[in-house]
């Protein structure tokens, strides 16, 4: 690989590896930290290999126990630098031979593989095609000692690339194919086989294990370099003979010229790293929260705290408001005394109801949106009512939420449906997540609802002392109309007076009918007017309901929004953040 290639080689994997330094970041408090010690361990890995000669390609010779492995590294190096015997395991310690072609940085390479001082050699001759060359022979990956199973499997993690060394006679081996060939398929690129002893195979016997040995590492979805693809290299040499020797140093001698195989490497444990992280990462569907999802948890919401009653209870307020403004007099003496005897009797029951019950009233009794005064639904005989209906030691508390009672532990009795809305919409936006990223979701729901309900319940206590003090503004036609019932009141009055005087006799009693007239106007014009006055009424009354319920259902949103929507969505934005930055490092 010419030196730009590299470079550009490098460029590419730079970014991919800062992705995942970021990814890794992100998620310390969503994941567990097991699952990212691996990609940690791989960007420690690629941070010392960088640090170390790029000019240097360190390979490592990897086989079983009489693979002939060492016979292979001392054919390499032209001497007889790894020892050779009949016992086995005959390697114990890494041997590393050097081609350096004048260039430094070796040294660093071999201290961090732990290759002791005196196992480093140089070649018998200069071999210039191998400059930059790190050869290693490791101890058998199949030793009975188990420090040298250990040694190689740390050096595997290390190496640039790997030369797996297999005879004849073990090339399927279980071991070999199931705990290195298969799980490092994904290194094809800078992975050979080369099949050992091939003069021991009489015939075209060399050719047929050779074709099942590629069948082998097909079935272990290592992929095989063919036809100009990239993948693992198959050789068949002898390195008793020198048959094949030659082939396999030449191919070498190409891939130490590329200077690509660090890079290579790196790129591999970083797909490999990706994979592994997949499934914390890579949603099975879109996610996010659908608009319909936050419409009914606003709708949820605004059952909890009773917007629909509060709006109804705003058009009945407004209704004897226009009542008490557009009627007659007699109708508002009516009304003001009817509201004082509810007044009496809700007192004298619900005196009643603690002395036998012990139960406490808090507040008064309230009609509508909860103002002392007129009957009508939710008039003070009828709170009473429910008073006196508690049970023995309850302390019923009437909540702001219309319709919402709370007990003596002070909580909302529209908890309920406060946890199912937050529930479902967690639900909703945890659909499809990875399940550490899920879980973080419902948390943040979790923890914005637990104090929620209070919160819907101060809303609701605004929305109800805003209604109390009646309409902010009085249609000038409710003025209008009380002054034409002051004056039919006049009419009325003086048309009896007349009529008084006409049977006393003190008027001429032949008027008596200019009497009638003013009396029956007043008398009937009254109530056509209070009647008048209710169905013109209807309209804004359902109007200022609406709105009514508007501002209390827009105020309980907010708070939903605010607890509850905004942290999940905040979770859902670090959700993206995470999977943009895995994408970069998975390179999709």
Not at 318 to 325: K, Q, T, V, Y
Not at 378 to 397: I, K, W, Y
Not at 546 to 571: D, I, K, S, W, Y
Request: proline letters at 5%.
């Amino acid at each position: 690989m010419p030196g730009g290639a590299r470079r550009a080689a490098e460029e590419g994997l730079r970014p991919r590896l800062e992705a995942l330094r970021e990814l890794i970041a992100l998620s310390r408090s969503r994941l567990d930290g097991m699952v990212l010690d691996e990609a940690g361990r791989v960007l420690e890995a690629a941070d010392e290999r960088y640090r170390l000669s790029g000019e240097h390609t360190v390979v490592a010779l990897a086989g079983a126990t009489g693979s002939g492995k060492s016979s292979l590294f001392n054919a390499l190096a032209g001497a007889p630098r790894s020892e050779v015997a009949a016992r086995r395991p005959t390697t114990g310690e890494p041997v590393a031979c050097v081609w350096s072609g004048g260039r430094p940085g070796a040294e660093g390479l071999l201290r961090r593989l732990g290759v002791p001082v005196h196992r480093r050699y140089t070649p018998a001759q200069g071999s210039p095609e191998l400059a930059g060359l790190v050869l290693l022979d490791l101890p058998d990956h199949d030793s009975s000692a188990v420090a040298n199973r250990e040694q190689v499997d740390r050096m595997l993690e290390l190496v640039d690339a790997v030369i797996w060394v297999v005879d004849p006679e073990k090339y399927a081996d279980a071991v070999l194919h199931e705990r290195y060939l298969r799980p490092l398929a994904g290194y094809a690129e800078v992975t050979f086989v080369v099949l050992n002893q091939v003069d021991r195979l009489p015939g075209d016997a060399a050719d047929q294990v050779v074709d099942d040995l590629r069948r082998l590492l097909d079935e272990d979805g290592l992929a095989l370099g063919e036809h100009g693809e990239p993948g693992a290299a198959v050789l068949a040499l002898s390195a008793a003979t020198g048959e094949g020797v030659a082939e396999l140093r030449e191919a070498l001698g190409q891939f130490v010229a590329e200077r690509g195989a660090a890079d290579r490497r790196l790129t591999a444990d970083v797909d490999t790293a990706a994979e592994r992280l997949r499934t914390a990462y890579v949603a099975e569907s879109r996610v996010g929260l659908t608009e319909g999802a936050r419409e009914e948890f606003d709708d949820r919401l605004a059952e909890a705290v009773g917007a629909v009653a509060t709006g109804r209870a705003a058009e009945r307020d407004w209704l004897r408001h226009a009542e008490r403004a557009c009627g007659s007099p007699w109708s508002r003496l009516r009304a003001r005394g009817k509201g004082r005897g509810a007044r009496r009797r809700g007192a004298a029951t619900a005196a009643g109801a603690g002395n036998r019950t012990g139960a406490v009233r808090i507040g008064a009794p309230r009609t509508g949106a909860g103002r002392p005064g007129a009957g009508g639904p939710g008039s003070g005989d009828e709170e009473a009512g429910r008073v006196a209906s508690a049970p023995a030691g309850a302390v019923p508390v009437r909540s702001a939420a219309a319709g919402v009672t709370r007990g003596e532990d002070g909580r909302a009795a529209a908890r309920p449906v406060v946890e199912q809305a937050v529930r479902t919409v967690a639900g909703e936006a945890a659909l499809g997540l990875p399940v550490p990223w899920a879980q973080a979701v419902r948390e943040a729901a979790a923890r914005g609802a637990e104090g929620l309900p209070e919160a819907l319940d101060a809303v609701a206590a605004e929305a109800e002392e805003a209604l109390r003090q009646g309409p902010d503004v009085k249609p000038r036609w409710w003025t209008v109309a009380a002054s034409l019932q002051g004056l039919l009141f006049v009419l009325q009055v003086v048309g009896a007076l007349w009529l008084l005087g006409a049977v006393t006799g003190v008027v001429d009693a032949s008027e008596w009918l200019s009497g009638l007239l003013p009396a029956v106007v007043g008398s009937v014009g009254g109530p056509f007017l209070t009647w008048l006055s209710g169905v013109a009424a209807r309209g804004p009354a359902r109007r200022y309901g609406q709105e009514a319920e508007r501002r209390l259902r827009g105020a309980a949103a907010g708070c939903g929004r605010a607890r509850v929507l905004e942290p999940v969505a905040a979770e859902l934005l670090r959700y993206r953040e995470v999977r943009e930055r895995y994408a970069v490092a998975s390179g999709v």
